[in-house]
């Protein structure tokens, strides 16, 4: 089986923004392009927003969360991404601010968003449980998947990196949208 980690992105960011808004439309991108729980449908959860948060904890006031998602996307039968999202948050606290005539319900606190991506290839060890692909899974993989490697490397830290773009944009159009939004940054490491 062929396992390789690409680097994780990171994304902070401190000032006012929209909890639920960020949250959904990091799972709409996913979904969108095909992005899966890993565990469905092996674990029979019908695939709702439940289904997208493998670890979850909610503490302290001001609140600080810890959510986990991890996602697969299989590509043919073959390849298959893996894709980690862990977002952190510190001291969010609920805040009423005036947009537009009206006060509208937000967030303020400091998010960390940590993306972690791997490409898994025989990812349901076919070849290395077949009696007679074992022996040439080495060098075929070596030699001939080279390239289709390189390929999926790509494409899969272009998918990180827009997932990483629809979470700068958000913040960014916050941001630039709330009167008096005063720390707001977005940093990548």
């Known amino acids: 089986m062929i396992k390789e980690e ?3 992105l990171k994304l902070i960011y401190k000032g006012l923004f929209d909890f639920d808004v960020l949250y959904k439309s990091m799972r709409n991108y996913l979904r969108a392009e095909g992005f899966q729980p890993i565990t469905f449908p ?3 959860i019908p695939l709702d927003e ?3 948060v493998s670890y979850y904890m909610e503490k302290g006031d001001p609140v600080r969360f810890v959510i986990r998602w991890n996602t697969k996307l299989e590509i043919g039968k073959y390849w298959r991404y893996l894709l980690d999202i862990n977002i952190n948050t510190v001291a969010i ?3 009423e601010v ?4 009206k006060k509208e319900k937000m967030h303020s606190g400091e998010v960390e968003i940590i993306l972690k991506a791997t490409i898994l290839g025989d990812y349901k060890d076919e070849w290395s ?3 007679l692909l074992k022996h040439f899974q080495k060098k075929y993989e070596k030699r001939m998947l080279k390239k289709d490697f390189d390929v999926h490397e790509d494409k899969l830290l272009f998918l990180m990196n827009q ?3 629809v979470i700068r944009s958000y913040l960014k159009q916050t941001s630039e949208q709330i009167p008096g939004n005063i720390d707001e940054q977005i940093r990548t490491e």
Request: without cysteine.
């Open 93 to 95: 606290t609920k805040v």
């Open 6 to 8: 690409l680097p994780d």
């Open 98 to 101: 005036p947009f537009e005539g």
């Open 163 to 165: 997932l990483a773009g």
């Open 50 to 52: 439940t289904a997208w």
């Open 42 to 44: 092996e674990d029979g």
């Open 129 to 131: 449980k077949h009696w």
